[in-house]
């Protein structure tokens, strides 16, 4: 009677307090992460806006070398990168981690969550090689955006040649031989010194907008930006 009681007790109370993240699907995941890809790879040693997110289980937070940008919330929370944790995060980021860089605002549904977790668990400790792999096998990773063009081995159309500025407009020509006009409000100066930014001296544009009125140009260093535009009228 007494070992009835106790199964009892214990059956109740696991209802009670279900386990804090639920078994996901992967293939789902890898659908929901199309709205974290714009920030996130999952290839080991490529960041983005955040981190990689490649073996992100058992990993301490704030920790991931050669990331600079993490809040100082962040590296020091002591939280390590679990299926409760990575629930919680997901959940509502600013809460579970206060004063941290996250501007995501979280997901609510607890099924999507668990099933990006699934998803990072299965594909976010791949080598670049393996995730190719993976996207074969699963489909996981179709469609989801894996970070920015590699601006080394973009086209002449693609590669800037000279930037010439007059009464509120850029005027941007490409190693093509083809000029476009944009308003100073509409084009945007960033740097990429990474292994997949442009070469020295050859800066690359990238469209923005819908419209296609709007691009951002992107050099090798800041100290570029100002050598490269010309006032010229």
């Not at 009892?8 to 696991?14: T, V």
């Not at 292994?195 to 570029?224: L, T």
Request: aromatic fraction near 8%.
């Amino acid at each position: 009677m007494k070992y009835l009681k106790l199964v009892s007790a214990l059956f109740l109370c696991s209802s009670a307090f279900p386990s804090a993240a639920e078994e996901g699907n992967a293939a789902d995941g890898g659908r929901a992460f199309r709205a974290c890809a714009a920030c996130h790879s999952l290839e080991s040693g490529r960041n983005m806006t955040g981190p990689s997110l490649a073996g992100i289980s058992n990993r301490k937070a704030g920790s991931l070398p050669g990331f600079p940008r993490y809040s100082d919330a962040m590296k020091q929370s002591g939280v390590v990168w679990n299926d409760q944790s990575l629930d919680r995060y997901l959940e509502n980021p600013a809460q579970f981690i206060l004063g941290n860089h996250m501007t995501f605002p979280g997901v609510p549904d607890g099924k999507t969550r668990a099933n990006i977790i699934a998803f990072l668990k299965q594909t976010g400790t791949a080598s670049s090689g393996d995730q190719k792999t993976a996207q074969g096998q699963t489909g996981a990773l179709e469609g989801v955006q894996r970070g920015a063009p590699n601006l080394k081995t973009v086209d002449a159309s693609s590669r800037v040649k000279t930037i010439a500025y007059c009464r509120e407009t850029f005027k941007v020509t490409t190693e093509d031989g083809k000029s476009r006009d944009f308003w100073e409000r509409n084009l945007r100066f960033k740097t990429d010194s990474s292994g997949e930014g442009p070469n020295k001296g050859a800066p690359a544009i990238v469209s923005a907008g819908m419209m296609g009125d709007r691009a951002s140009v992107v050099f090798a260093s800041p100290e570029e930006i100002t050598q490269f535009i010309k006032r010229q009228c």
